[in-house]
């Protein structure tokens, strides 16, 4: 079948969460029309396949796109997140982006979008069942989302191999195994095994028939310091807190400490040197939890697993027939080299400072309508990695540092920004005659020119010492 012919402005290639705060900012701030092209069959990204149990590791007040609310603004009475405000699960999260798709974009009327397609480069793309394909012309740019888009593991096969009759699943197959095993291994060290272990201790499972594989260590942030709303005080603080000690620390190893001391950072054993940080947010109460496990192997990556014995990089551990094993150790976001953000007929969405997802999401599109040359919006976001280890961080808060002055710079971006609730400190006017607020702002104007300066010194020092 010959190809349809569709023309539009903006081709954006991937309906998940930076797809879709993307769009929504260029809706909203310019005439454009969008083609909108995903794989899967309804808007959502990695949520669509997520494990059932899994919840944002962020309030629902900073998801999602900037027109349309996520939640209540409501705080949780029970459970590990008590007192902190509302963590969307896997399917509000899906029925959100499903709402925005048909209450916001699609009645725009200036929106077309191609659920089950597969974009093939170069304007094309095909129905995943069908015989149907289209080619588009964009008379702007190609959005493609996908650049560093990572996987999970209830779509991607262990890293690991499995002999045959070993019971093995990825996460969110625990919750439909037919009888109660004697023992569970959760593989992994992020995000995905810290949710499994502590969904596996909420269920009664006792700490004693958990076994934890963690290749490494990770640092978390304090839930306490991500709040949006009445509990932004505290947010507001946790800034102030992480500039006083990047303008005092003498190294990378000192700033996390001063940080830890401040309960900004967490980790789960603090007798172990963490090597990873992704930038996840637990609570003090799910660390508690997680602290609970004391069968903790770190002998490296699992290599196979057989019917006695896992078999690692550093040793070997035995296990049996009766054990469940939850793979966990997928690789999560992909790193690839960074690239220009904009360019002449394209946009490859990347990280460019240390915030929170959607609001860099949006605030790229809010750029691409609001600034005229390629060049200067590439100098008001620079790319970076994301983050991995701890000077990965460094290099994040730096650039947001380095790169929010310019932004001021333009009027209308800079409104943008304060009015969005995408913005994690949007609200902060509304507090500005609280004590802690008025503190916390004195403490921002002394340390933050020379945070920026000790970043910069901390980042050299630690490259030529690796």
């Keep these: 079948m010959s190809d349809e012919t569709l023309e539009t402005d903006y081709l954006v290639v991937g309906a998940g969460a930076a797809g879709m705060a993307f769009a929504d900012a260029l809706l909203a701030l310019s005439n454009a029309t969008l083609t909108i092209v995903d794989r899967r069959h309804a808007p959502g990204g990695h949520w669509i396949d997520a494990y059932p149990f899994v919840r944002l590791h962020q309030p629902s007040a900073f998801y999602g796109v900037s027109s349309m609310p996520l939640g209540q603004d409501v705080r949780d ?47 094309r793309f095909v129905s995943r069942y069908t015989q149907a394909s ?47 095993p004697e023992r569970f291994v959760v593989i992994g060290a992020g995000k995905t095994a810290l949710d499994t272990c502590v969904w596996l201790l909420e269920q009664d499972v006792p700490a004693p028939s958990i076994r934890w594989i963690k290749p490494r260590e990770a640092r978390w942030l304090n839930r306490r310091f991500q709040q949006p709303l009445a509990l932004l005080p505290e947010s507001y603080r ?75 990089d550093e040793g070997r551990v035995p296990t049996n027939d009766a054990t ?103 609200g902060i006017g509304h507090h500005r005659d609280a004590a802690e607020v008025i503190d916390a702002r004195e403490c921002i104007k002394r340390y933050a020119a020379a945070a920026a300066g000790n970043l910069a010194h901390l980042i050299t020092k630690n490259a030529a010492r690796t």
């Design 238 to 312: 946790g800034t102030a807190i992480q500039l006083e000690a990047m303008a005092e620390a003498t190294s990378v190893e000192d700033l996390f400490a001063r940080l830890e001391a401040k309960g900004f950072f967490l980790r789960v054993d603090p007798g172990v040197a963490p090597t990873m940080f992704r930038g996840a947010v637990i609570s003090e109460a799910e660390l508690n939890l997680l602290r609970q496990i004391e069968d903790v192997v770190r002998l490296g990556h699992v290599v196979r697993i057989e019917r006695d014995e896992i078999v690692l």
């Design 134 to 180: 289209w080619k588009v012309s964009v008379r702007r740019k190609v959005v493609d989302t996908t650049y560093l888009e990572g996987t999970v593991p209830a779509t991607s096969a262990p890293p690991f191999e499995v002999a045959d009759g070993v019971r093995c699943v990825p996460a969110g197959d625990v919750t439909r195994i037919p009888e109660r």
């Design 324 to 426: 469940v094993h939850i793979h966990c150790a997928s690789r999560g976001l992909m790193r690839r080299p960074v690239r220009p953000i904009f360019e002449a007929r394209h946009v490859t969405v990347q990280p460019f400072l240390w915030a929170f997802a959607c609001y860099q999401f949006a605030m790229l599109g809010a750029i691409e309508a609001l600034v005229e040359s390629d060049e200067e919006k590439n100098r008001l976001c620079p790319p970076i990695a994301y983050w991995d280890a701890d000077r990965d961080y460094l290099c994040a808060f730096l650039a947001t540092l380095a790169n929010e002055r310019a932004r001021t710079a333009y009027p209308a971006l800079a409104n943008w920004a304060k009015e969005t609730r995408l913005n994690p400190f949007g």
């Design 77 to 123: 009475l029970t459970g590990t997140n008590a007192g902190y405000y509302e963590l969307a699960g896997a399917d509000e999260v899906r029925a959100y982006f499903a709402h925005v798709m048909r209450r916001r974009f699609l009645p725009s009327g200036r929106v077309r979008y191609f659920p089950c397609s597969e974009y093939l480069g170069d304007g």
